[in-house]
């Protein structure tokens, strides 16, 4: 047996992350009842914002990974401010080789910045 610092709810075939046990252990539950995976989703988020309210939040960040067996997932990032018009180039005539982590130059991941560490 291995310690850890918080449970790990494990189900026979599904699967939850969240960063805490409270979150994880909540949509775990709504699974093993026949539960969606949107359903399972929409459990956990009520939980973080009590458990985490430092981190978490009515209308927060919504990272997902969609995947239906057969078909490839789908990925959708809606992770912070990201200005349409920003792009790697912007940053690079700046002088800049990587996004910076904080400030007004900031962004989540906005589409055309992949390339932008180390100066591509």
Same mark, same amino acid.
């Given at each position: 047996? $291995?310690?850890? #610092? /918080?449970? #790990?709810?494990?189900?026979?075939?599904?699967?939850? +992350?969240? #960063?805490?046990?409270? +979150?994880?252990?909540?949509?775990?539950? $709504? @699974?093993? /009842?026949? *539960?969606?995976?949107?359903?399972?989703?929409?459990?956990?988020?009520?939980? &973080? %914002?009590?458990?985490?309210?430092? @981190?978490?939040?009515?209308?927060?960040?919504?990272?997902?990974?969609?995947?239906?067996?057969?078909?490839?997932?789908?990925? &959708?990032? *809606?992770?912070?401010?990201?200005?349409?018009? $920003?792009?790697?180039?912007?940053?690079?005539? @700046?002088?800049?080789?990587?996004?910076?982590?904080?400030?007004?130059?900031?962004? +989540?991941?906005?589409?055309?910045? %992949?390339?932008?560490?180390?100066? /591509?």
């Amino acid at each position: 047996m $291995v310690f850890t #610092t /918080r449970p #790990t709810p494990q189900g026979a075939v599904d699967m939850v +992350a969240s #960063t805490h046990g409270l +979150a994880s252990a909540t949509p775990m539950w $709504v @699974l093993e /009842r026949d *539960g969606s995976a949107a359903e399972a989703g929409v459990a956990a988020g009520p939980v &973080l %914002q009590v458990v985490e309210p430092h @981190l978490h939040g009515p209308a927060g960040d919504v990272p997902l990974i969609i995947s239906d067996r057969g078909a490839p997932p789908v990925v &959708l990032c *809606g992770q912070g401010v990201a200005p349409a018009a $920003v792009r790697a180039a912007a940053h690079r005539d @700046l002088g800049l080789g990587l996004v910076p982590g904080t400030g007004p130059l900031a962004a +989540a991941n906005p589409r055309g910045m %992949q390339g932008c560490a180390a100066g /591509r």
